[in-house]
């Protein structure tokens, strides 16, 4: 797992994350940025900061589309909804406040206007963690080998339904 977080491949699903996440969790503070208080842009400014290391540190745990294992759309979206409610919750509170005074009506209706807004983005756009990765039988991975010699290895066969391509290659090989 740990090769995985040193891989360009991590980097670039997380980083989408992150920044969707960021934007995200930015789109019901919009009024207040465009107000031009300047106390709300900085509490914006860090939520969103926060929420980047809240969504890296989250895919640092577990970033299935980097795994290879593809899932169904409807666990996908309610895992990225459910990640972004608790990312966006924690996020909205001040570290410099006591618990008992936090605006918990606006934290919880915040984050839960970032969770809708996640789910919409799932329900309008593609989640790369639904799609099964195909790659050629002869792609050179980066340890040298071939994805048909990766297969021998581990006692499969290479069952090729469509010609020169395996299914579902886990994405870290590729």
Do not use: C, N
């Amino acid at each position: 797992m740990l090769s995985l977080l040193f891989s360009r491949a991590w980097w670039a699903a997380a980083g989408q994350r992150a920044l969707r996440s960021a934007l995200v969790v930015l789109v019901p503070l919009i009024p207040g940025i465009l107000s031009g208080d300047r106390a709300t842009l900085l509490a914006a400014t860090s939520t969103a900061a926060l929420m980047v290391v809240l969504s890296l540190a989250t895919a640092a745990a577990s970033l299935p589309e980097v795994d290879g294992m593809p899932r169904p759309w409807w666990a996908a979206a309610l895992d990225r909804t459910v990640k972004t409610f608790a990312q966006a919750l924690l996020a909205a509170i001040p570290a410099a406040t006591l618990i008992q005074d936090v605006p918990w009506t606006l934290v919880l209706m915040h984050a839960a206007a970032a969770a809708a807004g996640s789910l919409i983005l799932a329900v309008i756009s593609m989640l790369p963690e639904t799609i099964p990765v195909s790659i050629p039988i002869d792609a050179q991975l980066p340890d040298g080998r071939t994805v048909t010699e990766v297969y021998a290895a581990a006692g499969a066969s290479v069952a090729d339904p469509t010609p020169g391509v395996v299914p579902d290659v886990p994405r870290h090989l590729a």
